[in-house]
C-alpha cells in the first residue's frame, strides 16, 4: 500500500470555482502533512502546512482528520493561476524525518 | 525563503555516459540534501539523503554504484548517475532542509538517448 494516496484527477473547473481534493495516508505515525504545489516541469513549492484543527490561508483552506488519516484542501473562487498539480505531502516522526509524496491532483482552472 | 539551485537544468545525453548533476543551497548551509526522481505523473520518490561529510543513505532499491552521491561541503551536493540507460530518462529534483523546512531545487532534466 502507499504511503500517500491521492486522486490524480485531473479536475477542469470554470474560474470563481471551488474545489476539494482528499488525500489518505498509511501511516498513522506520520506527524507532519502539507500541500505543495508544483507547475508544469518545475519543483515542487510548499503552498500550506496542515495542522490538527484546520487552517486557512485566503483561497485556500486545509483539514485533517487524524482517525481517518486524511487530509483535504479546499480551493474556493478558482483562478486561472491556480492550475497546477498539488501534492499531498507526510512526514513520519520528527521535523528531521522524511517526506512522503503522493503522485499529485492535477487542476486546470479553464476562462 | 531559502534557495536551492540545481546545474544543470536539462541534459541530453547517450546510453553509457555519466551524468553530473549539482545541487547548491544558495543562501543557507545544509548538512543534509535529499535527491528525488519523479517519473512523468508520477510522484516524487526519494533516492537517497546526502550527508555532509559521510556516506549517503540510500533507499531500498536505488543502486548506490550507479547514483554516486557526494556531499563535499554544506552547500553543495553532486549526484552522478553512471553508465546512464534510457530507462535513467527522468527529472531530478534536491532538496535541503533548512529550520525545519525541505526548500527544492529547481530540479534536472534527464533524456538517456
Known amino acids: 500500500r502507499k504511503e500517500v494516496e491521492q486522486d490524480p484527477g485531473p479536475f477542469n473547473v470554470p474560474e470563481g470555482a471551488t474545489v476539494a481534493f482528499n488525500c489518505t495516508y498509511s501511516?498513522?505515525?506520520?506527524?507532519?502533512f502539507f500541500w505543495y504545489r508544483q507547475d508544469c516541469r518545475k519543483e515542487p513549492k510548499l503552498l500550506m502546512s496542515?495542522?490538527?484543527s484546520g487552517n486557512e490561508d485566503g483561497r485556500f483552506t486545509a483539514q485533517l482528520n487524524r482517525a481517518s488519516q486524511y487530509i483535504s484542501l479546499l480551493i474556493r473562487d478558482s483562478k486561472l493561476s491556480d492550475s497546477a498539480t498539488y501534492l499531498c505531502?507526510?512526514?513520519?516522526?520528527?521535523?528531521?524525518?522524511?517526506?512522503?509524496f503522493g503522485r499529485g491532483t492535477q487542476l486546470t482552472v479553464w476562462p | 525563503g531559502a534557495v536551492v539551485s540545481q546545474h544543470p537544468s536539462w541534459v541530453i545525453c547517450k546510453s553509457g555516459t555519466s551524468v553530473k548533476i549539482e545541487c547548491r543551497s544558495l543562501?543557507?548551509?545544509?548538512?543534509?540534501m535529499f535527491w528525488y526522481r519523479q517519473f512523468p505523473k508520477q510522484s516524487l520518490m526519494l533516492m537517497a539523503t546526502?550527508?555532509?561529510?559521510?556516506?549517503?543513505?540510500?533507499e531500498q532499491g536505488v543502486e548506490k554504484d550507479k547514483f554516486l552521491i557526494n556531499h563535499a561541503s554544506l552547500t553543495l551536493s553532486t549526484l552522478t548517475v553512471t553508465s546512464a540507460h534510457p530507462e535513467d530518462s527522468s527529472f531530478y529534483i534536491c532538496?535541503?532542509?533548512?529550520?525545519?523546512?525541505?526548500?527544492f531545487g529547481p530540479g534536472t532534466r534527464l533524456t538517456v538517448l
Open positions: 501511516n498513522s505515525a506520520s506527524q507532519s
Open positions: 532538496s535541503a532542509r533548512h529550520r525545519n523546512e525541505q526548500f
Open positions: 543562501d543557507f548551509q545544509a548538512t543534509t
Open positions: 496542515v495542522y490538527s
Open positions: 505531502v507526510v512526514r513520519r516522526g520528527s521535523t528531521l524525518g522524511r517526506l512522503y
Open positions: 546526502s550527508n555532509e561529510g559521510s556516506k549517503a543513505t540510500y
